[in-house]
């Protein structure tokens, strides 16, 4: 039984990480939003798929393109392959649907896949 644990830890350890390119424009798709009543902001939740974002960042919100200045809660900078929540003042929470991105490099929707 021993031998299996072994073997196992070290199929796992084999695993290579994901590349994640910061030198790529910001990329999050938004997995969640969690409004907060008592700061009047919201917070859009996701992992960074590419780039990076530091606190006080202007970035877009897709798809209403609104632009606004971003807050990271205790983190000072993230980078590609992150969890975060990226807190927005002045945006509505019905806005924050598709994803987050760069402010002057604006991703755009190929196709939308839902389930058939």
């Known amino acids: 039984m021993l031998i299996i644990w072994i073997l196992l830890l070290d199929a796992v350890d ?9 030198s790529k424009p910001l990329l999050m798709p938004i997995c969640d939003v969690v409004r907060s009543n008592s700061h009047g902001q919201v ?18 919100v897709m798809p ?14 993230c980078k590609a392959g992150d969890n975060v929540a990226i807190a927005l003042q002045g945006i509505d929470a019905n806005q924050l649907e598709f994803h987050v991105h760069h402010a002057k490099e604006a991703a755009t929707v190929v196709k939308l896949m839902g389930n058939a």
């Open 14 to 22: 084999s695993v290579n990480s994901p590349d994640r390119d910061v």
């Open 43 to 60: 917070s859009a939740c996701g992992k960074l798929e590419s780039g990076a974002v530091r606190s006080g960042s202007k970035i877009m």
């Open 64 to 77: 209403s393109g609104e632009q606004e200045l971003c807050g990271l809660s205790g983190l000072h900078h």
